[in-house]
């Protein structure tokens, strides 16, 4: 029964999103795979359809059309965007607001099997709604294309040995310009404790990535942009001396002896992010960063800000009510398009920076490439 409330409980969730349940495992094998996937591009792209949340649930993200569909954006545009499923990183792009009636384009998130072997490149995909291609019935009109780098890569230098607490820290790294994040955590030490083993071990990374979009619907159009993070990693152990007992039947002690126990903690701070955008020769169009009110980047995504000349961008948490549910929520961000400029790149662009170049993401991809 508990099985089945909560399979029920997600359908119940992703149906608000449009989503479709793809065949029963029990009778398609082929289906009964964490990943299904169907090739959906002449790029060599495949989809994945979403991760299964049970042996006949796997879950599509594909939105259905709204009832009227929109033409594509021109001009300066407000866009409200969020994600289809938790399983995946599709989106839909409303405008103005979450409300189906203002339902406007697609995001579409899948994997580049062009690269070279060993390569982690993605992509989104920008649609519209107009889905007349008989060979791709779930596939509207892609606008634009944007490629990137899912596995960023850090490197980390460590922050050595300093004394005092607090403000009065005297820390010493290989990346100390003025680019590079002060560290703020805790003080290092080794070879302190009790029993003399417990130590605290920092590093600042470094982090750059880059993303290239070009316009698919009308040809031509390409663009670079290339991120750049800097913050800090730490980790504490610490080790200590705890007496275990063991007892018999009646209660009696029977045995003492002391046992070595160990304790581990880990901080880690994304405190900037910048990036810069070129056109296809290499010129410079715009350098700007993610800003906040604290020395974290997104520790409070709610402050969080992208300002450029292409868009303004910021974060949010909504509420979502689907009937008797109580409700749940999620983080949307808001892309605005400035005049002059292609709302369908801005957007897209937006939408890397708010994501996959965003601190969530950042901190997400440094948190699983440790240095310790």
């Known amino acids: 029964l508990g099985v089945f409330f909560v399979t029920r409980l997600f ?51 594909t939105p259905d059309p709204p009832a009227v569909i929109h033409p594509d954006p021109t001009g300066a545009s407000r866009f409200v965007v969020k994600k289809c499923s938790r399983f995946n990183k ?55 294309r944007c490629a990137y780098d899912e596995r960023p890569t850090f490197r980390f230098a460590r922050v050595e040995r300093n004394f005092g607490s607090g403000s009065s820290h005297q820390v010493e790294s290989q990346f100390d310009e003025d680019k590079d994040a002060e560290y703020t955590g805790p003080r290092t030490y080794y070879a302190e404790g009790e029993l003399g083993k417990d130590y605290c071990e920092a590093h600042k990374y470094r982090m750059q990535s880059e993303a290239k979009c070009r316009s698919i619907k009308v040809d031509g159009f390409e663009y670079t942009f290339v991120c750049d993070s800097r913050g800090w990693v730490s980790k504490e152990q610490r080790y200590w001396l705890e007496e275990e007992v063991e007892r018999d039947k009646e209660g009696n002690v029977v045995h003492r002896e002391m046992v070595e126990k160990s304790s581990t903690s880990y901080d880690s701070r994304v405190s900037k992010i910048s990036y810069v955008v070129y056109d296809k020769d290499k010129n410079v169009l715009d350098e700007f960063a993610c800003t906040s009110g604290g020395d974290e980047v997104g520790g409070r995504l709610g402050q969080s800000e992208i300002h450029s000349r292409c868009f303004d961008a910021s974060f949010e948490y909504h509420n979502f009510f689907n009937g008797w549910l109580c409700g749940f929520g999620t983080w949307t961000h808001r892309v605005h398009t400035k005049e002059g400029i292609d709302p369908g790149f801005a957007l897209i662009f937006g939408h890397i920076c708010c994501t996959e170049f965003g601190p969530r993401e950042i901190k997400k991809d440094l948190n699983t490439d440790l240095p310790f």
Not at 23 to 33: F, K, M, R, Y
Not at 123 to 128: F, I, K, P
């Open 11 to 61: 359908a119940l969730l992703e149906s608000s999103n449009g989503t479709k349940t793809p065949p029963n495992p029990q009778t398609h094998p082929q289906s009964s795979c964490i990943y299904s996937s169907y090739t959906c591009s002449s790029f060599g792209v495949t989809k994945s359809m979403g991760r299964c949340c049970g042996p006949s649930d796997c879950l599509e993200s």
């Open 90 to 144: 599709d989106y839909v792009v409303y405008s103005k607001r979450v409300n189906e009636s203002k339902k406007w384009l697609f995001l579409n998130q899948s994997q580049d099997t062009t690269t070279e072997k060993g390569g982690e490149k993605w992509v989104y995909e920008l649609e519209n709604y107009v889905r007349e291609d008989p060979a791709f019935p779930k596939r509207g009109e892609i606008l634009w």
